[in-house]
């Protein structure tokens, strides 16, 4: 068992998913100003052209030109700052209102049938902004709209004009509706698939975070249950050294082989008290242990041997094999790593006692370590929840925590599980961690 550092405090986590949400929405901000720039330009020339309306097109393009140049910083200011704020989604929304009343204070004002093109700026402000924001740009829109009343340049019609204004009107009213209905369909789906993944993301970062805090509830008492043990186990170690000189063990070679084999089951209690500790990170002056990955894998594989004899344990290396990082590149020997192959081998042994079977690979900087066995195999129901605490097909108290452990140490390291039923029956279990979470640098462990 290993204790895990603390999880990142709460509200970060939350921030951090509001700040990807609004970066992403205010890409969609970005993509739809260009569709208006675009239209805008094109309704200019062809009402020039096909119309013969007399427009201050100089002017009318200095606006359209003013938004694009805001559009450019607002593509450039994202990547420069991931961080982008509701403010920021505020401040383009009204730039891009602003625009738009330019645009039909010198086009007719409230007769241009384009002014309904408010309904969609708002609309989005609804969606993306706080309720209060969102009444402020309702507040601003409705400004606009008043003083286009009475304040704007009049429409003016060339001689060779074809349409009356009213034509130009309802035909204007209907390309106006027809771009409000696609864009706030298109648009609002992809807001709102944003939220969603914004929201499935904030769930799977809750329960890690429930998931860590449980770890670190296990790795305490861990380690208050070794402290705990200090003692008792020393003055037992006392008693059987004072043992060893009475008559009766001296005289008594069974009896003297039964206390050795006590002696020795009592050291192995402490070496497991004095694992739990280090991993708990309370062992002092330690430095780490320099190792490899084939010399780390192959000790595990044979301790693990050592304890249960009787259980046929086929190691096996595939290849290709990336011999350099398997076989020479210097790496930390690493506690929590053998715990998790204890755990993984031990799941194992309770379902297939008379064999297991553990196949690595190492290429492309990834170590995959697959366990099988010739068990049952995992119910359909529990293969979803694999990871989660006490999630077991044991029925017994406890039970479930082994591979809980296994998935949240591996994801401290970079890593993943996976958790398949064989073709054949069985199961297997694979694990994948990248070979540089392990990998010794220079200055680790300094004095």
């Known amino acids: 068992m290993t204790a895990l550092p603390a999880p990142p405090r709460r509200f970060s986590l939350?921030?951090?998913?509001?700040?990807?949400?609004?970066?992403?929405?205010?890409?969609?901000?970005?993509?739809?100003?260009?569709?208006?720039?675009?239209?805008?330009?094109?309704?200019?020339?062809l009402s020039t052209v096909l119309f013969d309306?007399?427009?201050?097109?100089?002017?009318?393009?200095?606006?359209?030109?003013?938004?694009?140049?805001?559009?450019?910083?607002?593509?450039?200011?994202?990547?420069?700052d991931r961080e982008v704020r509701d403010s920021e989604l505020m401040a383009g929304l009204f730039i891009d209102i602003t625009a738009?009343?330019?645009?039909?204070?010198?086009?007719?004002?409230?007769?241009?049938?384009?002014?309904?093109?408010?309904?969609?700026?708002?609309t989005l402000g609804a969606i993306l902004l706080e309720m209060r924001s969102t009444w402020v740009l309702v507040a601003y829109a409705c400004l606009c709209f008043v003083v286009l009343i009475d304040h704007h340049v009049p429409l003016v019609?060339?001689?060779?004009?074809?349409?009356?204004?009213?034509?130009?009107?309802v035909l204007g009213m209907l390309v106006c509706f027809v771009l409000d209905i696609l864009l706030l369909v298109v648009f609002i789906r992809q807001i709102g698939t944003n939220l969603r993944r914004r929201d499935r993301n904030l769930a799977d970062l809750r329960q890690?975070?429930?998931?860590?805090?449980?770890?670190?509830?296990?790795?305490?008492?861990?380690?208050?249950?070794?402290?705990?043990?200090?003692?008792?186990?020393?003055?037992?170690?006392?008693?059987i050294g004072d043992w060893r000189h009475l008559p009766e063990f001296r005289e008594h070679p069974e009896l003297r082989q039964e206390l050795d084999d006590v002696d020795a089951e009592l050291r192995r209690i402490k070496d497991i008290?004095?694992?739990?500790?280090?991993?708990?990170?309370?062992?002092?002056?330690?430095?780490?242990?320099?190792?490899?990955?084939?010399?780390?894998?192959?000790?595990?594989?044979?301790?693990?041997?050592s304890l249960w004899p009787g259980v046929t344990l086929d190691y096996v290396v595939e290849e290709p094999l990336d011999r350099e990082a398997f076989h020479r590149t210097p790496v930390v020997s690493?506690?929590?790593?053998?715990?998790?192959?204890?755990?993984?081998?031990?799941?194992?042994?309770?379902?297939?006692?008379?064999?297991?079977?553990?196949?690595?690979?190492?290429?492309?900087?990834?170590?995959?370590?697959?366990?099988?066995?010739?068990?049952?195999?995992?119910?359909?129901?529990?293969?979803?929840?694999?990871?989660?605490?006490?999630q077991s097909?044991?029925?017994?108290?406890?039970?479930?925590?082994?591979?809980?452990?296994?998935?949240?140490?591996?994801?401290?390291?970079?890593?993943?599980?996976?958790v398949i039923n064989g073709e054949h029956g069985g199961a297997i279990v694979r694990l994948r961690l990248p070979l540089s979470a392990l990998v010794f640098e220079q200055g680790e462990g300094g004095a």
Not at 105 to 110: F, R, T, V
Not at 158 to 167: I, K, L, N, P, V
Not at 213 to 239: F, K, N, Y
């Open 14 to 45: 939350l921030d951090s998913l509001g700040e990807t949400a609004n970066h992403q929405n205010a890409m969609l901000l970005v993509q739809l100003r260009w569709l208006a720039v675009f239209g805008q330009a094109l309704t200019i020339v």
């Open 53 to 80: 309306l007399q427009l201050p097109m100089a002017t009318m393009f200095g606006v359209v030109g003013v938004l694009v140049l805001f559009n450019l910083y607002s593509m450039l200011r994202p990547r420069l």
């Open 100 to 122: 738009l009343t330019a645009l039909l204070y010198l086009s007719g004002g409230a007769t241009n049938p384009f002014v309904f093109l408010y309904l969609m700026q708002v």
């Open 157 to 169: 019609f060339g001689e060779h004009a074809q349409r009356t204004a009213f034509d130009l009107h």
């Open 208 to 239: 890690h975070a429930a998931e860590e805090d449980h770890i670190v509830r296990m790795g305490l008492l861990a380690s208050g249950a070794a402290h705990e043990l200090g003692t008792p186990l020393s003055t037992l170690s006392v008693i």
């Open 273 to 305: 008290v004095n694992g739990i500790l280090l991993s708990a990170g309370e062992a002092r002056g330690e430095r780490p242990t320099l190792t490899t990955v084939a010399h780390s894998l192959g000790d595990t594989v044979d301790e693990w041997r």
């Open 334 to 390: 690493d506690s929590a790593m053998r715990q998790v192959l204890f755990n993984v081998f031990d799941n194992a042994r309770e379902v297939s006692p008379g064999w297991i079977g553990v196949t690595v690979r190492c290429r492309d900087g990834l170590l995959t370590i697959n366990v099988r066995d010739h068990g049952p195999g995992f119910p359909q129901a529990m293969l979803a929840r694999i990871g989660k605490p006490y």
């Open 393 to 418: 097909s044991k029925n017994r108290p406890g039970s479930g925590l082994g591979l809980f452990l296994v998935v949240n140490v591996l994801r401290k390291f970079g890593g993943n599980v996976e």
